[in-house]
């Protein structure tokens, strides 16, 4: 039996697709590409927005043309969110909250049509952390996401997925370091934290935030590094940021979403801080490291979002020279306070305010990187890409080696050389990152 995989959203859809793998690989399925003909189609949704939706609908009718016999069973927030209307797909047939994903492969085995196969427990039920198992394998070679709590407890104005994922539940910590452990030997040497919310990590547990973690994991043997996928600054302070400085093997980067440069709407949106607290954070971080990378997320058109707010969010970005930033149009969320909100933005303000984003963002970022010529940044090679070879810095600088005027000529070289650390100087600015050179 050939099963296919096709994933939507975040770092922990990613995780929690790895994990759905290993099950099916161990009840003896084959694991193909999502564009392959397959019996079974997964389709791991996301519902941040109504565009995430709409791919998880799109990508299941392509999968009924590939195969029109193919069972075809749909999970995740959207799943999670809108069960009925996943369910009244054409195509559908088995519907799985978040909470139940472990339990996808039971679902399949015991389907039958014409019977109820709809299985997500309602938001109230969402009250433990439901383990996924020790996952040791990853579609990379080199990089490999370890999810360490679920749920959030902020409930942002304009986000659903607190009532997609529940409340804070964290994944023990012994977990954690066994899969650590194993993932390590296995030869991945970035071990990335992910989670809904990983700062609230431990919250549930009595922990002091993530430090206790991540502590532990500095701790373990081995040439390797650990990234955390984000912070949010809901949770965190200057602070909270100090307590990270003193574990070597973690990343100078950390992806601290801001949403917005505007006091008026950081607390519209419920953000719980304002963004003199946010560049304090980012002034702390640069007083350590001055070329410490930062990444944001933030969001154009939000309800009630004047000019002058979003002239707010252009002066952060201006001023904080993020390493990446990710601008998104307000996406309307039933169910969300924002909703609800008056003074609604028109979709084209908000796209010509994305777009403008981009663009300075694009300048920032390509001060960022002129920052970092001449430096020299440790890069944990991932993959060949044409003439280069490319990979991360540990201040999330996507970096590209020339094979030729590095010695590396040949594919067997190249594979020898993917999953190693190598010292590179970084000489100029090179399509989406900077191009460097061994030392």
């Known amino acids: 039996m050939k099963v296919a995989f096709h994933t939507l959203g975040c770092k922990v859809n990613q995780y929690e697709t790895e994990a759905m793998k290993e099950s ?50 749909v999970t995740g927030c959207y799943a999670q969110i809108k069960p009925d209307e996943v369910s009244s797909i054409e195509g559908v047939d088995i519907v799985v909250g978040t909470n139940k994903k472990h339990e996808l492969i039971d679902y399949v085995e015991s389907f039958s049509r014409g019977n109820s196969n709809c299985h997500v427990l309602d938001y109230d039920k969402l009250r433990i952390y439901q383990s996924d198992g020790i996952v040791t394998s990853m579609d990379s070679r080199t990089r490999a996401y370890i999810k360490i709590q679920e749920g959030c407890n902020r409930f942002c104005s304009y986000c659903i997925i607190p009532y997609a994922r529940g409340p804070v539940r964290s994944r023990p910590i012994e977990e954690i370091i066994e899969e650590a452990k194993l993932l390590i030997e296995r030869g991945f040497r970035e071990i990335v934290l992910t989670g809904i919310n990983t700062a609230l990590y431990g919250e549930d547990l009595g922990y002091e935030g993530i430090a206790p973690l991540i502590e532990k994991l500095d701790e373990l ?40 440069g505007s006091n008026k709407i950081l607390k519209s949106m419920n953000r719980r801080y304002d963004r003199d607290e946010y560049l304090a954070i980012v002034d702390t971080l640069r007083a350590f490291d001055p070329l410490y990378g930062i990444s944001t997320d933030i969001i154009c058109g939000f309800p009630g979002e004047t000019d002058e707010d979003f002239r707010d969010s252009v002066d952060v970005v201006e001023k904080v020279n993020f390493c990446k930033v990710h601008a998104f149009r307000y996406s309307q969320r039933t169910g969300t306070k924002a909703a609800e909100m008056e003074s609604q933005v028109d979709g084209k303000t908000s796209a010509q305010r994305a777009d403008t984003i981009a663009i300075i963002a694009a300048e920032a970022e390509k001060k960022f990187f002129e920052k970092n010529i001449g430096t020299v940044a440790k890069v944990l090679l991932e993959e060949a890409d044409g003439e280069d070879i490319r990979g991360y810095s540990d201040n999330y600088i996507r970096v590209y080696i020339n094979l ?20 590179v100087k970084l000489t100029e600015i090179y399509k989406d990152g900077m191009k460097g050179e061994p030392v």
Not at 232 to 243: A, L, N, W
């Open 24 to 73: 099916f690989r161990d009840h003896g399925y084959f694991v193909v590409d999502e564009n392959d003909f397959a019996d079974v189609y997964v389709i791991n949704t996301c519902t941040v927005t109504n565009l995430a939706d709409r791919k998880s609908r799109q990508y299941i009718r392509r999968a009924k043309k590939v195969n029109p016999d193919g069972l075809v069973a």
């Open 221 to 260: 043997p081995g040439d390797f590094r650990i990234r955390l996928s984000s912070l949010e600054p809901t949770v965190i302070d200057t602070d909270y940021v100090k307590k990270l400085f003193k574990y070597p093997k973690l990343c100078h980067h950390l992806h601290l979403s801001i949403q917005s």
């Open 404 to 423: 030729e005027e590095s010695g590396i000529m040949d594919s067997i070289q190249t594979e020898k050389v993917i999953g190693e650390f190598v010292n």
